[in-house]
């Protein structure tokens, strides 16, 4: 009982933080709140008033109010901007506006944070300590220092009693989605209870700096020999769970165009390299800068792109890359029922959908993004559209690829912003076309093939139990047809492998 009152007090706290900013009209769009419910909030906050200057679209004032909400919203609205399945397209790109922007807290506990974290007084680490942060956000801030040996560093700390705030909030967020999920038939399909998960996952990862740092060093390890990126420096000696110390990086911000050009660089070459590298990234190394937006993105005297604040990384497993590649190779040679069967082969539609409805839907969806100019076809949006047009078949959301989609769309952004004609099919198939030859050609598939054959027979006694195992999944279907099916493809599999095997080692 106690519990429900404090959500529902949390609930109206809410309520008064969307009534300020005349944010309450937002939820009226997602179809998963039910119409009810917009009206029920208004009449819980009719006392409270609206700020003035407030945005003018539905998503911009979302934004501003989560926004002024505190960290755990800020984080919320990140994650909407991705879900475009959840809040519309229309919501998604006003929350993309979704500034992280808060107060900075004082230096006696910077001091104090460093102090406990380092184990030592500021002064036995560096020579000098701006007392000003240079960026405050909501995990974090960060200061620039220097270090004995006179190098320049940026020190970030958390925030006090952040991963409190943090806790306390989401606790709504999953009351929330365990409601949807029980009441709201289509929740299960968009898998609220795993969106708040992986919010909570992603949030707790970004309060211990020493994963941000891990992820920085394996971005550089995994960017050595690419020319004109970089990633900082990490010094591990001081950095902890609650500070991290970085390379201080020196150049020009990406939406400083002007600056850009007065220092000689060539706006278009470092569009058509900032899409590369994250392609690179995404495709080749299934790990990618997941937060492209034109602060983290430094352009230094010689022209090299320096990335910052890896805080949010995206990951993606072969099969994933596999999928990506085909299905954006379907669309450009408009081969729909390939990009249907990539979905059925990859376990993304479930069984007993229609192959051939699919491949019309994939039609409708592309038709008429292809038929436009090619320098005004974005294969970000195109990837958009896609994941908004799955509830028709029952396609489960994949919150990897939609994390994907987003910085596709902040990629092509950027490129756009520095070059407004720029052409993103043009400068994305080299890196597409040089992925699917180096890893679904023929012969790398037999390799792989001959590979796994080992590491399956010594899994298939376990593989086996799985599928007479399984039970009954959320849509319903015949356990039993899947299962025959399954076996059959596995042994199948088996059969086939041996042939090889004989072929070419007997």
Known sequence: MFRTFFHFFSLLNLAIGLRRFGAIRSLETIELIPDWAPKFLRICTFFVPRKKNIPDSDGERLAAALAGMGPAYIKLGQTLATRPDLVGRALAEGLTTL???????????????????????ISDFFDDFSKEPVAAASIAQVHKAQLKDGTSVAVKVLR?????????????????????????????????????????ETSLKEMDLRLEASAAAELEQNMQGETGYRVPHVYWDMTARRVLTLEWVSGIRLNDKDALIEAGHDLTELGTRIVQIFLKQAMRDGYFHADLHQGNLLVEDSGTIVA???????????????????????????DYRRVAEVHFDAGYVPYGQSVEEFAQAMRVIADPIMDLPVEKISAGKLLAQLFATTERFSMRTQPQLLLLQRSMVMAEGLALHLNPQ????????????????????????????????????????????????????DHGQNPQMPHRQSLS??????????????????
């Open 489 to 506: 493809s596995f042994a199948l599999g088996l059969v086939i492998g041996a042939v090889i095997v004989k072929i070419l080692f007997i």
């Open 160 to 200: 006090p009693d952040v991963e409190k705030r943090f806790t306390r909030d989401l606790t709504l967020f999953e009351w929330l989605a365990e409601l949807a999920d029980r009441h709201i038939r289509e929740a299960k399909r968009l898998r609220l209870i795993e969106v708040v998960a992986k919010i909570k």
């Open 422 to 473: 720029t052409n993103m099919w043009e400068i994305s198939r080299p890196v597409i076309e040089t992925w699917m030859y180096d890893n679904l050609s023929p012969e790398i598939r037999l390799a792989d093939a001959i590979v796994q054959i080992p590491r399956a027979l010594e899994r298939l006694p376990m593989k086996i139990d799985q599928l007479l195992n399984k039970e009954l999944d």
């Open 99 to 121: 500034q992280d922007r808060l107060p900075p807290f004082s230096f006696d506990k910077v001091e104090a944070i460093i102090k406990r974290e380092l184990e030592g007084e």
């Open 308 to 334: 910052i604040d890896f805080g949010i990384m995206g990951r993606l497993s072969k099969n994933d890359r596999r999928f990506l590649a085909e299905i954006l190779f379907g669309f450009i040679s408009r």
